[in-house]
């Protein structure tokens, strides 16, 4: 059984900017100036091969501002790729300041890959990896298929929370 991200029969042209809204639709095939990794097994290979730094930027509520003293905060969590740093909300169109800060904190400094990824059609991987390319990372992998991908072709997943600034 082959999957992959092709979830679209009508091609998505690479957008010049960062997408700011309806993130979960179609994407592109391509992200200049980043390789894209389309399927599970190839991404599974991959890993074994080079051992990347995993990134998974799915979003995440934050918590709300302003809660009563003594109100309980339950951290969210997800089920993601083994030894992945999830890092909600750095793939959104318009970040602040913080959260760039923070995929700079977690892009490698040498030369080791990155990989990152969210869910099959969601902007928010094109848009980080892109963002990560904008910041110097020089060897960018998007992983277009998403844990959703990864689950679905038998591999295991972990629980994480997301990291904040």
Do not use: Q
Request: aromatic content about 10%; some cysteine; glycine content about 4%.
């Amino acid at each position: 059984m082959k999957i992959s991200a092709e979830t679209n029969s009508s091609p998505v042209i690479e957008p010049n900017d960062y997408r700011t809204e309806h993130y979960r639709a179609p994407v592109p095939t391509t992200l200049l100036g980043a390789s894209v990794i389309n399927a599970p097994d190839e991404l599974h290979a991959f890993i074994e091969r080079k051992t990347p730094r995993l990134i998974d930027v799915y979003p995440a509520p934050n918590k709300p501002e302003g809660l009563v003293k003594n109100t309980l905060w339950i951290e969210p969590t997800r089920d993601t790729l083994p030894n992945t740093y999830w890092l909600a909300n750095v793939g959104h169109g318009i970040v602040p300041d913080d959260l760039v800060a923070l995929l700079k904190a977690h892009l490698p400094i040498d030369d080791t890959p990155i990989v990152i990824f969210c869910e099959p059609s969601c902007w928010h991987s094109w848009n980080a990896s892109k963002r990560a390319l904008e910041l110097g990372a020089t060897h960018v992998y998007w992983y277009r298929a998403g844990v959703k991908g990864w689950k679905d072709a038998g591999y295991p997943l972990e629980a994480a929370e997301p990291i904040r600034p």
